[in-house]
């Protein structure tokens, strides 16, 4: 089936400090991956859509300069939170979207990243 | 944009006893609606997905149902076990590939 693997599973850093996350199609190209965050109890909600070889689109909201994607290839996308702060501490998850299944709507997801800014 | 409305947001049943979920959404346009479990710190896990020019789907005890003149879509669990204990999230999936999520229930399934 269809892997998507998170780097790393948890990061915990220093306030004012940058960290990126790297989200990976094993065995499909993914055109497009998304970035999700997740508080504690609470429901996925959709930071941007990273599409491959242009400019991620985010959500209303979500700050692009605080929140910095880049999709490179067809099996790699990067958030990069920069000068994080204590309420970016979070559950960061990507999914993915296998291209060439086209009638396929399904998203892999990825394991996850959880950051701790302290 | 889309709106997903989700309840119960908990639920408890006890072993053998069936548990349903039910989302609404907002988008006419949206056309596919699958199903996550998620176990605490997991990723989720798709169970079930049901495409707009469906009614049913079944897969062993789990089944979804949507009607679309409603914008309403359901999900039904039969015979629960205690492993069936998890978040279950319902979305809808619109233009653009774009998946918007309920907020979510929490299933505990009593022994």
């Known amino acids: 089936g269809a892997v998507v693997s998170q780097h790393p599973s948890r990061v915990i850093c220093k306030s004012g400090t940058s960290v990126k996350i790297e989200c990976r199609s094993l065995d499909f190209q993914a055109t497009t991956m998304f970035w999700y965050r997740q508080f504690p109890k609470k429901s996925l909600m959709l930071m941007a859509t990273?599409?491959?070889?242009?400019?991620?689109?985010?959500e209303q909201g979500v700050e692009k300069d605080k929140f910095l994607i880049n999709h490179a290839s067809l099996t790699l996308s990067t958030l990069t939170v920069t000068s994080a702060h204590p309420e970016d501490s979070s559950f960061y998850i990507c999914s993915a979207r296998d291209w060439e299944r086209g009638g396929s709507y399904e998203q892999y997801f990825g394991p996850g990243t959880r950051l701790t800014v302290t | 944009g889309e709106n997903v409305e989700q309840h119960p947001s908990t639920l408890s049943v006890q072993e053998g006893d069936s548990a349903v979920i039910k989302c609404t959404y907002s988008d006419s346009a949206s056309n596919y609606f699958p199903w996550y479990k998620q176990e605490l710190g997991k990723r989720p896990q798709l169970i079930i997905d049901i495409r707009s020019n469906v009614g049913e789907k079944k897969d062993q005890r789990i089944a979804v149902t949507l009607n679309k003149t409603a914008k309403h879509f359901s999900l039904h669990i039969t015979e629960t076990q205690p492993e069936d204990s998890a978040v279950y999230f319902c979305?809808?999936?619109?233009?653009?590939?774009?998946?918007?999520f309920g907020i979510g229930t929490k299933l505990q399934v009593i022994p």
């Open positions: 979305a809808a999936t619109g233009g653009y590939q774009k998946v918007t």
């Open positions: 990273s599409n491959e070889g242009s400019k991620a689109t985010y």
